[in-house]
């Protein structure tokens, strides 16, 4: 069966320092992935997603970038975080007739 | 104008009550459509799809409206483990799903 990991579950990081997050999938192959924000009482808004290995789309200009190395892992990075960038990140997989979300990475930028 | 928006709530009903509310979304040529539920500070979960027909799973009713471009879930006989987020999801067919900010239902005892 597929699943999809994501981590770190929480981390709080300083204003100005990297970011890194990745999410893996397991049981598929060439999957859709996708990057996910909510912030606190908002909806889910699309930040990255990827067809395939290099490939990746982004949704809106913001200080985070994506990338692909390999077929079933997406990562969510930043040189330089900013208050802003708080929130939960979730990475999802389209597997055709629904998406699956990894558990979530619950952000705090201090 | 979003491409999804919902009734943010929060919907407060006692428990056995039925509780439905509404999802617009602008984009005519979506062509796939879901629920999800959200717990608290928990990722989302597929509740149900949405067929064009309407469809049903246990107490739980989904809606389409093509025509005035919503979809509809209704939930009957509450229980208090359905209070959550309920989450309305739309699918272009261009790989990427656009979400409502969710609709917040409180099932009280």
């Not at chain 2, 699918?91 to 900010?101: I, M, P, V």
Request: some cysteine; charged content about 15%.
């Amino acid at each position: 069966s597929q699943t999809i990991h994501q981590w770190p579950a929480t981390l709080v990081q300083p204003v100005g320092s990297p970011l890194s997050l990745e999410c893996t999938v397991e049981g598929t192959s060439n999957p859709n992935l996708y990057w996910y924000r909510q912030a606190a009482g908002r909806g889910l808004q699309l930040l990255f997603y990827s067809v395939g290995i290099g490939q990746i789309s982004s949704e809106v200009p913001q200080n985070l970038s994506a990338s692909r190395p390999q077929d079933r892992q997406f990562i969510l990075s930043s040189k330089k975080l900013l208050l802003s960038d708080s929130g939960f990140y979730l990475c999802a997989w389209w597997g055709s007739t629904e998406a699956f979300f990894g558990q979530g990475t619950r952000l705090t930028v201090v | 104008r979003k491409e999804v928006e919902q009734d943010p709530g929060p919907f407060n009903v006692p428990e056995g009550a039925t509780v439905a509310f509404n999802c617009t979304y602008s984009n005519s040529a979506s062509q796939s459509f879901f629920w999800y539920r959200q717990d608290c500070r928990k990722e989302p979960k597929l509740l149900m799809s949405v067929y064009s027909s309407g469809n049903e799973d246990g107490r739980f009713t989904a809606q389409l409206n093509r025509a005035s471009q919503y979809i509809s879930l209704l939930i009957r006989d509450s229980k208090l483990s359905d209070s959550a987020t309920y989450l309305c999801v739309v699918n272009k067919a261009d790989y990427k799903l656009s979400f409502g900010a969710g609709t917040t239902v409180t099932v009280r005892a």
